[in-house]
Every structure is written in C-alpha cells, then in structure tokens.
C-alpha cells in the first residue's frame, strides 16, 4: 500500500537555497565617441539584465587597431552568469548597442558602443554572424589586457590557452593603458 505524506513548502526558504547556475561568458566593452567612460558604464548596467555579473575590469584606453584614423577607445571586460545560449546574449548585446546610438556607418569604425562576445564557458561556436571564441580576440591587446584582469585563467576553447598565456605571447604594438 502506498503512502503519501503531505508537507508544505515554506517559498522564502525554498528561494533563499536556489542556486543560480548557468555559463560564464566573457563580454569586450569598447566606446571612442562621446563619454566614453559613460557609454560603458550605461552598458554594464544593462548587461546585468542577462545574468549575474560577477567581475567588471578597470578601464583601459587603446589605440584603434583596424582603423587608425579615428579616436582612441575606452575598453573593459566584463564577467557574466547568465541562462541565456551564445546567440540570446549577442542579441541581447546588439540590442544594448542599438539602444545606446550605435550606428555602423563604417566597419571598424568610431563607435558610441561595441559589445563583443569573446568567450562563453568553453563552447567552440560557429554559426553565421556567431563565433566564439571571438575569432581575433587572440590577436588584441584591447580584448586580452582588461579580460587578463578579470578571468587570467579562462580558456580559449579553440586555442586550449588561457587568457594570460595568449597575452604574454602577444607581439607589441598595440598600446594599451590602464585608465
């Protein structure tokens, strides 16, 4: 004979032990037009609505790489626990860029915001309009300085390299300093 027993559930104790789990992505903030310092401290805060942000680096001003001839960027990385799969959060990202006034009049060119995915836990993706690893992230010091701050240690899934070693093999040129 079966036995059912009947309990109630206090919810306050039941939420207070949830655990929020999901993947930790890696986000590369950029702005060169405007309050640079600004734009990306409006970003941050709206990336919060993808998960919980768990580190924000320092500021960095970078020289622009691909397209000279325009102003120096303020860059940052940022941390994020989030449920969302590759795609939502780029989406999401593109979205924040839209909002924020972001115009792509010229590839590379001066913008107000750039939020790029560089990694997402380990997942290799690629998908059209989708890579991650972040295909040059490797090759900028931009990315790799304020990232090294926050996740030294995260790897590129596609390079199996932490984040400090792709920064100490990284030839100079690129001028990148703390803000």
Known sequence: ???????????QAVARETVFV????????????????????????????????????????????????????????LAVETQKTPRELL????????????????????RQIDIDVVLFGNQVVDEPGLKIPHPAMHQRRFVLAPLAEIAPDATHGGLGKSVRELLAELAGGQTVRRF
């Not at 989406?91 to 001066?110: N, P």
């Open 22 to 77: 999901g993947e930790i992505a890696y986000l590369s903030l950029g702005s060169n037009l405007g309050d640079r310092a600004a734009n990306l401290l409006a970003a941050v805060e709206q990336l919060r609505a993808a998960g919980r942000v768990l580190a924000v680096s320092a500021l960095y001003e970078t020289q622009p790489v691909d397209v000279p001839d325009q102003p120096w960027f303020l860059n940052c990385a």
């Open 1 to 11: 004979m079966t036995r059912f027993v009947h309990f109630s559930v206090d919810s």
């Open 91 to 110: 989406q999401f990202a593109l979205r924040i860029e839209a909002d924020m006034g972001r115009l792509r009049t010229r590839e590379k060119g001066a």
